[in-house]
C-alpha cells in the first residue's frame, strides 16, 4: 500500500466514522449510535418506523446537532422500543436521551417504567427519583416512587411519597389510594380503612379498593364490613394520570397499536375515533380478522347497523374462528329480532368458545322466543353450573320455568337463590314477581312479597318495581290502589316515550279496574 | 441480569466461600458449589422438545414437570420425564406415542459411604408409553399395593398407569375412570380427601383448548406470540374419589359446589387449618386462586377469598404458577409460597394456623428479589439442614429473550435459591450456590428429594426444549439430618401425613409427607428434616392422614427409618 493510499484508507475511515457518530462529544455518550434489534418479527410499517428513527438519529450525530435534538432523537427512538415491548434493546437509547437532555424529566421517567416492568425495582427507584428531581411537581413520577417503595419492602417511604404526591394534588386518587397500601404495609390498619374509604367517598367506582380494604377491616376485627367489601372487589388499577405512558401507547405504526387506541377510543365512547383508529389499522392490515370485528363494534355504537353488519361478515369471512363476530352477528339479528338466524350464530360462536358466557345468555333468550324453552333452560343451567351466583343466567332460568307452566320449581329455585343473597335486588324483585303473579294459588304468598317489594322500595323505584308493587296490592285485594299505581307508571311511561311498556300497563291496569289481579309473572317483552 | 453477568458472580462468590450461617454455621469449602449440576454425567441424557415450529401452539409454553418417585421399590428415587413432540392444527391428526423416558436409579454407596450416581435408561420396557404430548406428571400408589403409580397429564386427557412390579406399567386409564377425557391439565395431586385409606385425585385443567383453535396474539408491534390462557378460557378442574383398587369416579360436583372454570396450573395438598383433614390448594394463572377445604362430609368449600390467599395482599390476581406448602417459619402451621411472572414477584403468605393467610412477599425479601423472573416449579426444602425451610424456584420467561434467538427456544432464565434466616427474612444466595444455579434454561417443573440418599434434598429440573438438569446437594449432609419414609400398613407412602419432630431444647419442626406441590411435577415423598448442629436423637410424632396420631421415641439421626402405621406408641 502506497502512503497516499493509506492516508486515503485513514480519511475514508475517518469519514465512515463520522458518519456513525465516531466522533467524540458531549458527557454520557460513546462515539456510536447503538444498533438496533432484531426486528424481524415485528410488524413492516413497525420496522420501517424504527429503522427511520434510526436514521435520523444517525444523521443528527453525524452531523453534531445539538444535544437537545440529539436527546430528543435518542429518546424517541428509546420510547419506540418500549412500545414494540423489546425487553433490552430501549435502555441504551433512553440512557443517552438522559445524559443529553439536561432537565428533561421525560427520559428518566420512561427509564423507570422501563425498569419497573423488567422487575428491577430499585433502578427504577433511582429512574423515578431522577425524574421527581427534574420535574419536583409531577405527581405521577411520586406515585411510582412510592409503589416501587412498597415493591422494596420500604412502606415508610412509600408513605412519604404518596404524601407528596397527594400533598401537590388533593384529587389525586392513586396517591390516596397509595397512602392507603403504605398504611396496611406498616399494619396501621385503622390509618389504612380512612384513607381506602376517602377514595370511596371521592370514587365510587374505584373497584380496586375494595379488597385491600377488607383485609383492613378484617385486622380491625370488623368481619361485617371485610365481608361487605370482600364481595365488591375487583381487578382493575387504580394509576396516576400518565400521559407520557398513554402516549407511548400511541406511538407505533402497527395494526395493533391502533386496535389499541380504538379501543381506547371505545372505553371513551368516542365511536368517531374509534372508527377511524380501527380503520387505520385496516389499512396496513386488510385481512386483519379482529379489526374487522371492532371496527363493525364501532360502526354499531354509530348506529350503521349494515356497515357493521358488514364488518362483522367479512371478520368471520377472514377467520371463521372469530367467534366475538359470530356473536356480534347474532346480537344483530335478535335485537332484529330474527332469532332463527340469532339461534344459529350464537351456536357458532359458542362451538368455538363454549365459555362464552354472553353468547350463551344471548342463546337462550332467543330460544326462548323461538318456542325451544326446554332448550333454553338448559343452557341457562348451563351457565349456572359453571357460576351459580351469575344473576343473569338466575333469573333467565327462572322466568324460562315460569314459561313452562313450572311456577312451583321457579319459586323453590327463586327461594334459595334469595337466601344464598339476600343483597340482589334482581333476586328479590323476582321472587316478589312470582309470589304475587303465578297460576297457581300455592305458590303465591302477597303478604310477603308486598313485604318484599316495600323494602325493595327502600333501595329505588323503578318502572318495574312499580309494576310489582301494583300486582301485589291487586293481589290481596285492594285494586283501586293498585289501579292508582298503576295509573302514575301509565304516565310516567308514556313521558319517557316507551310504547311497549305503556301497553303492557295499561293492559294491567285494564285487569285492576276489573278487580281482577295480574296472572303473568313476565310479559315476553320482560325476558332478558 | 444476564445469564454470564451471573455465572461470573456465581463463580467469584464461590470461589470465596460460602457467606456465614445464621443459626447454623455450615462449613463452606472455598471453591466448592452447593449444588454440582450431573444429569449428563449420571445418564440422565435427556432433551425435552415441546415441537414448538413457529405455529405457536399454546401447550408449547407449559412443559414439562418431572418426576421423583421409587419405580423399582429398591429405596433410592428413579426419574420419570415426560416428552413433547411437533404439533399439527388438524385434529384428526392423532399424536404417536411420545419419548417420556424413565430412568432407573443405580446408585452405588461405596463402604466408605462415597456415593455413584448412575441411572439406566428403562423406558423401553417400562410401558410408559404416554400421552402423545405430556405435560406434567404425579405420583401416588392408587391401589395400596406399596408400588407408586403414576399420573400423566396432558392436553387432550391424562394417563393413569399402574405399578406392576420392578419399574413395569400397565395403562389402566380406561379401566380407572380417571382419564380426564377432554380436559387439558398440567398439575395432579393425589390426596386422601375422604380419610378412607384409599387416594384421591385432585386434576387441575387449565384451558379449554384444540390445536385447531390456536390463536396467536401479537404484541404492540405485531410480532407474533403465544397467546395467555384468557384467550381461551378456563377449564373446570376434577375431583376423582378412589373406590379401591385403582378405580375412580368423578364426584367433582357433589365434592366441589360452586366450582368455576379457572386456568389452573400448580396444586399442593396440606392440612391449612389443622384439623387433620387435608385440603387443597390450586393456583390459577391469571385469577383467584383457590383454597379448597375439606369439610370432612365428603365435600370441600372453596375458602380462597375470606382466607386471604386466592389474590395479593393488594387484591390483585396475578399469573401463579408453582406452588408450594410449608411451615417456613417453625410456627406449627403451614404457609404457602406461589411463583408468579416477570414484574410481579414470587408471592409468600404466611399462615395463623386457622387457615387466614397474610401476604409477607415484600418483608420477606422474596418478593422484589424474584420480580425480574417468571417462577414455575417450586418448594420448600431445607438445603442446608439448619432446621429452616428454604425455597429453589426454577425460572423461564414467556416472552422471547432479546439477542438469543440463535437458541431453539429463547426463553431462558436462572434459578433462584433463598435461604431462609429465621426471622421472616430470605436471603437471595443464588451466586454463592455455585454455577449449577446460574445455567440458564427455561425452568418449568422441578422435583426435589434425596436422590442419592445421603440427607439432603436433591433437584430435578425440566427445561422446556433443554436439558434435564439434575442439581445435586452437596452441603446439606454436613449439618445433622432425620429422614423419614412415613409408610401405611399396604406399604404405600403416607401423603399427607404430618410429623412434629421434637428436638431436646429446641423448637419443634413441622413437616409433612408429600409428593404434589412445585409445577406439574412429583416430589420424594419421604421426609427430610434438617438438624443443624443437633446430634441428639428426636422424638417424633406422626399425625397420619386417617387423623391418628402415634410417636416413636429417639428416632436415628443421619440416616433413613422407616415409620409404619401402627407401630408406633399411641
Known amino acids: ?46 420496522q420501517t418506523q424504527v429503522r427511520e428513527a434510526h436514521v435520523r438519529l444517525a444523521a443528527l450525530v453525524a452531523r453534531h446537532a445539538p444535544a437537545g435534538e440529539r436527546s430528543q432523537a435518542f429518546g424517541d427512538l428509546g420510547v419506540l422500543l418500549m412500545a414494540a415491548q423489546f425487553p433490552d434493546a430501549p435502555q441504551v437509547f433512553l440512557d443517552r436521551a438522559e445524559a443529553l437532555g439536561a432537565g428533561d424529566y421525560r427520559w428518566p421517567y420512561y427509564l423507570g417504567h ?119 372487589r375487583a381487578n382493575h388499577e387504580i394509576l396516576p394520570a400518565d400521559p407520557l405512558m398513554v402516549e407511548l401507547d400511541t406511538l407505533l405504526d402497527s395494526p395493533q397499536s391502533y386496535e389499541t387506541r380504538g379501543i381506547r377510543a371505545l372505553e371513551a365512547k368516542d365511536w368517531t375515533a374509534a372508527v377511524g383508529w380501527f380503520r387505520r389499522g385496516l389499512d396496513l392490515a386488510p385481512e386483519h380478522a379482529a379489526l374487522h370485528q371492532r371496527l363493525g363494534a364501532a360502526l354499531n355504537m354509530l348506529g350503521d347497523r349494515g356497515a357493521a353488519r358488514q364488518a362483522f361478515l367479512e371478520a368471520v369471512r377472514l377467520s371463521p374462528d372469530q367467534f366475538l363476530a359470530l356473536y356480534s352477528l347474532g346480537v344483530l339479528d335478535q335485537e332484529d329480532r330474527r332469532h332463527e338466524e340469532a339461534v344459529g350464530r350464537f351456536i357458532a360462536a359458542l362451538a368455538i368458545r363454549p365459555t362464552y358466557v354472553e353468547a350463551r345468555l344471548r342463546l337462550a333468550s332467543s330460544l326462548r322466543r323461538t318456542a325451544r324453552a326446554a332448550d333454553a333452560l338448559a343452557e341457562y343451567r348451563r351457565v349456572l353450573a359453571d357460576d351459580a351466583g351469575r344473576e343473569e343466567a338466575r333469573v333467565g332460568e327462572v322466568m324460562t320455568l315460569a314459561q313452562l307452566g313450572r311456577h312451583r320449581e321457579a319459586r323453590a329455585v327463586l327461594e334459595e337463590a334469595h337466601n344464598r343473597a339476600p343483597e340482589s335486588v334482581a333476586l328479590a324483585h323476582g321472587l316478589a314477581r312470582l309470589l304475587v303473579t303465578a297460576p297457581e294459588a300455592g305458590v303465591r304468598d302477597g303478604r310477603r312479597a308486598k313485604m318484599l317489594v316495600d323494602q325493595l322500595v327502600q333501595r329505588g323505584r323503578t318502572l318495574d318495581l312499580g309494576e310489582t308493587m301494583a300486582m301485589a296490592l291487586a293481589e290481596l285485594g285492594e285494586f283501586d290502589r293498585a289501579a292508582a299505581v298503576q295509573r302514575d307508571l301509565l304516565t310516567a311511561a308514556q313521558r319517557a316515550g316507551l310504547p311497549g311498556v305503556v301497553s303492557r300497563i295499561a293492559g294491567n291496569l285494564a285487569r285492576y279496574e276489573r278487580r281482577t289481579p295480574c296472572r303473568t309473572p313476565w310479559a315476553e317483552e320482560e325476558w332478558p | 441480569m444476564r445469564g454470564g453477568a451471573w455465572l461470573a458472580a456465581a463463580l467469584a462468590t464461590a470461589c470465596g466461600g460460602a457467606p456465614a450461617k445464621g443459626p447454623t454455621e455450615v462449613a463452606a469449602t472455598p471453591a466448592a458449589p452447593w449444588f454440582s449440576e450431573r444429569a449428563a454425567a449420571a445418564g440422565l ?284 417459619d417453625n410456627d406449627g402451621d403451614e404457609d404457602v409460597i406461589v411463583t408468579e411472572l416477570t414484574g410481579q414477584g414470587s408471592n409468600l403468605f404466611t399462615n395463623d394456623g386457622s387457615a387466614r393467610f397474610r401476604d409477607v412477599s415484600a418483608p420477606s425479601g422474596i418478593g422484589v428479589r424474584s420480580l425480574p423472573y417468571t417462577g414455575w416449579g417450586t418448594a420448600w426444602f431445607d438445603f442446608d439442614n439448619d432446621g429452616w425451610l428454604d425455597v429453589l424456584a426454577a425460572n423461564g420467561t414467556i416472552i422471547a429473550q432479546e439477542g438469543r434467538l440463535d437458541r431453539r427456544f429463547p426463553y431462558d432464565q436462572v434459578k433462584l435459591l433463598f435461604r431462609n434466616l429465621a426471622n421472616g427474612r430470605f436471603e437471595d444466595v443464588t451466586a454463592a450456590a455455585g454455577p449449577a ?134
Open chain 2, 437 to 570: 444455579l446460574a445455567l440458564s434454561e427455561s425452568g418449568r417443573g422441578a422435583a426435589f428429594g434425596d436422590i442419592d440418599n445421603d440427607g439432603d434434598v436433591d433437584v430435578l429440573v425440566g427445561n422446556n426444549s433443554g436439558p434435564v438438569q439434575l442439581l445435586v446437594n452437596k452441603v446439606g449432609s454436613r449439618a445433622h439430618w432425620l429422614g423419614l419414609r412415613l409408610v401405611g400398613t399396604s406399604g404405600r407412602d403416607m401423603l399427607g401425613a404430618r410429623v412434629s419432630v421434637v428436638r431436646p431444647g429446641q423448637p419443634v419442626l413441622w413437616r409433612r409427607a408429600r409428593a404434589d406441590g412445585s409445577y406439574g411435577s412429583a416430589n420424594d415423598p419421604r421426609v427430610l428434616v434438617g438438624l443443624g448442629n443437633s446430634a441428639a436423637a428426636p422424638a417424633v410424632r406422626v399425625r397420619w392422614p386417617d387423623g391418628s396420631e402415634e410417636s416413636w421415641d429417639a428416632v436415628p439421626v443421619d440416616a433413613w427409618t422407616t415409620l409404619t402405621q401402627g407401630s408406633g406408641r399411641r
Open chain 1, 1 to 46: 500500500m502506497t502512503r497516499r493510499s493509506a492516508a486515503s484508507q485513514v480519511l475514508l475511515a475517518l469519514l465512515i466514522g463520522a458518519a456513525v457518530g465516531c466522533t467524540p462529544s458531549t458527557s454520557g455518550e460513546t462515539s456510536a449510535v447503538p444498533e438496533l434489534p432484531d426486528l424481524t418479527k415485528q410488524a413492516p410499517s413497525v
Open chain 1, 114 to 232: 422501563f425498569y419497573r416492568k423488567r422487575g428491577e425495582p430499585e433502578r427504577a427507584r433511582e429512574a423515578f427519583t431522577r425524574a421527581s428531581q427534574r420535574s419536583p411537581g409531577d405527581v405521577a413520577s411520586l406515585v411510582w416512587l412510592g409503589d416501587t417503595a412498597l415493591q422494596l419492602g420500604q412502606a415508610e417511604q412509600a408513605k412519604a411519597h404518596f404524601a407528596a404526591a397527594l400533598a401537590l394534588q388533593a384529587s389525586s386518587l392513586s396517591a390516596q389510594f397509595g397512602l392507603g397500601r403504605a398504611a396496611l404495609a406498616l399494619n396501621d390498619h385503622r390509618g389504612a380503612v380512612d384513607h381506602f374509604e376517602a377514595v370511596l367517598a371521592r370514587d365510587a367506582t374505584a373497584a380496586a379498593v375494595h379488597y385491600p380494604l377488607s383485609q383492613a377491616y378484617a385486622a380491625l376485627g370488623d368481619a361485617a364490613r371485610a365481608a361487605l367489601h370482600l364481595r365488591q
Open chain 2, 45 to 328: 441424557a435427556f432433551e425435552h422438545e415441546n415441537g414448538a415450529g413457529g405455529r405457536l401452539f399454546y401447550p408449547e409454553i407449559l412443559p414439562p414437570g418431572v418426576a421423583l418417585f421409587d419405580a423399582d421399590g429398591d429405596g433410592d428415587l428413579d426419574v420419570y420425564l415426560p416428552q413433547g413432540q411437533p404439533l399439527s392444527a388438524i385434529p384428526s391428526a392423532p399424536l404417536a406415542p411420545a419419548g417420556a423416558r424413565l430412568y432407573r436409579n443405580d446408585l452405588r454407596v461405596a463402604a466408605d459411604g462415597t456415593r455413584e450416581l448412575r441411572f439406566t435408561d428403562i423406558s423401553d420396557r417400562s410401558g410408559l408409553t404416554g400421552p402423545g404430548y405430556g405435560l406434567g406428571v404425579a405420583a401416588g400408589d392408587v391401589d395400596n399395593d406399596g408400588r407408586v403409580d403414576l399420573y400423566v397429564t396432558g392436553f387432550d386427557g391424562s394417563r393413569l398407569f399402574r405399578n406392576t412390579d420392578n419399574g413395569t406399567f400397565i395403562d389402566i386409564t380406561s379401566a380407572s375412570g380417571a382419564g380426564n377425557r377432554g380436559g387439558f391439565a398440567v398439575s395432579a395431586a393425589f390426596v386422601d380427601i375422604d380419610r378412607d385409606g384409599w387416594l384421591d385425585l385432585y386434576v387441575a385443567n387449565n384451558v379449554t383448548y384444540a390445536t385447531s383453535n390456536t390463536t396467536v396474539c401479537p404484541g404492540p408491534a405485531g410480532a407474533p406470540d403465544y397467546c395467555p390462557p384468557q384467550i381461551y378460557g378456563g377449564q373446570r378442574d376434577r375431583l376423582y374419589r378412589n373406590l379401591g383398587g385403582g378405580r375412580f369416579r368423578d364426584f367433582t360436583a357433589t365434592a366441589l359446589p360452586g366450582l368455576t372454570a379457572r386456568p389452573g396450573l400448580g396444586v399442593s395438598t396440606a392440612d391449612f387449618d389443622g384439623d387433620g383433614w387435608l385440603d387443597i390448594f390450586v393456583a390459577n394463572d391469571g385469577e383467584p386462586d383457590f383454597l379448597w377445604m375439606n369439610q370432612r362430609d365428603g365435600t370441600l368449600r372453596e375458602s380462597g377469598l375470606p382466607a386471604g390467599l386466592a389474590l395479593t395482599g393488594e387484591g390483585k390476581a396475578e399469573a401463579s404458577m408453582g406452588v408450594d406448602a410449608g411451615d417456613f
